[in-house]
């Protein structure tokens, strides 16, 4: 059974700085792995779809990437903004349901 | 495209009533897929349709509860006899078969 396990669980950062937020999991055989954007009481924002092929992918000021081998990915933000302040969650599958992370709450800090 | 709608947005019940909820999803995606979501928890899957099948159920999924998509386009998920704990967050999303997933704004619904 897979399990998504997101560290840490929330993040506080000034604004500007540059931050990770990881993702590991347990089965390495995965189809797909997306990043979303969740504000509070909303649903979800695709923000980044890897395909297990892939080793990363960019939308502006978002790099992911991924390693099947370690089982994990990596959400860089970039130059961050107080508009960035969400909980953000990864998840994997693709060809089947998602697995989803808890998420990490980020808070950016004017 | 006008995205994944859902409707009602919120819906406060009373324990032991039923309640229908409604997704239309991207008008070319084959898969609906339907989660639910507590506070602090990422989302958990519920059911998912191919068109109008039913594909796959979670354990989840009491016998309270039941989703149709009869003719391959909009979705209900319909939960009976209310009960607490089925207070949550549910939220519908729609994408190809190994594509992205589309989610929609989502339904809240509290039981009092």
């Known amino acids: 059974k897979q399990e998504v396990t997101q560290i840490p669980a929330a993040l506080s950062v000034p604004e500007g700085e540059n931050l990770v937020l990881n993702c590991s999991f347990t089965d390495s055989a995965i189809y797909n792995l997306q990043w979303f954007r969740q504000d509070p009481g909303k649903g979800l924002t695709s923000l980044l779809l890897i395909q297990s092929s892939q080793r990363e992918q960019t939308s502006g000021r978002l790099n992911a990437s991924l390693d099947k081998s370690s089982g994990r990915s990596t959400l860089y933000i970039a130059a961050s903004q107080p508009g960035d302040s969400a909980t953000y969650l990864c998840a994997l599958g693709g060809n089947t349901p998602l697995v989803f992370g808890k998420g990490t709450r980020l808070s950016v800090i004017a | 495209d006008t995205g994944v709608s859902q409707d009602p947005r919120h819906k406060i019940t009373k324990r032991g009533q039923n309640v229908t909820f409604r997704c239309d999803p991207i008008?070319?995606?084959?898969?609906l897929y339907w989660y639910r979501q507590t506070l602090g928890q990422g989302p958990e899957f519920l059911t998912y349709f191919q068109n109008e099948a039913q594909l796959e159920k979670s354990r989840l999924l009491s016998d309270r509860f039941s989703a149709e998509r009869p003719k391959g386009s909009f979705s209900t998920l319909e939960i009976q006899r209310t009960e607490q704990g089925d207070s949550a967050m549910y939220l519908c999303a729609s994408g190809g078969q190994g594509r992205e997933q589309y989610f929609g704004p989502g339904t809240r619904l509290t039981v009092t």
């Open positions: 008008s070319e995606h084959n898969r």
